[in-house]
């Protein structure tokens, strides 16, 4: 059974830091794994992918120079550090995992988590 398993999640002020993590099991690691954010009324957006090996990640413009996407191989884990966080960073955020490539286009990606939390306030 394909499980990801989001946490980390929870509330912080403008400016603060987050760590979250996603576990992945009941998959080969050689997949794309993505991080994805939606808040209410608002369309899914994809902030940051990572290849299944080697460096090769991407960002979304809102949020780089910010995060970080990282992969534990030895946990079968996905982090995203998270730091100098506003207020627009609120929404729910989702990993997902896919066979398609590297990419933040939601529909690439055939495995989601259900997601954490996060909330910044001002």
């Known amino acids: 059974q394909i499980q990801l398993v989001e946490s980390g999640g929870g509330s912080v002020q403008d400016g603060g830091s987050l760590r979250l993590s996603c576990r992945v099991s009941?998959?080969?690691?050689?997949?794309?794994m993505g991080w994805f954010r939606q808040d209410p009324g608002k369309e899914r957006e994809g902030i940051a992918a990572i290849a299944p090996r080697g460096p090769r990640v991407v960002y979304g413009e809102s949020v780089k120079g910010r995060f970080t996407i990282s992969r534990d191989s030895s946990e079968n884990a996905v982090h995203l550090q998270m730091n100098s966080l506003k207020p627009e960073d609120t929404a729910m955020y989702s990993c997902?995992?896919?066979?398609?490539?590297?990419?933040?286009?939601?529909?690439?990606?055939?495995?989601w988590g259900r997601g954490t939390q996060v909330t910044v306030s001002s």
């Open positions: 997902a995992a896919g066979l398609t490539g590297l990419s933040l286009a939601p529909g690439d990606f055939q495995f």
């Open positions: 009941g998959i080969s690691d050689r997949i794309y």
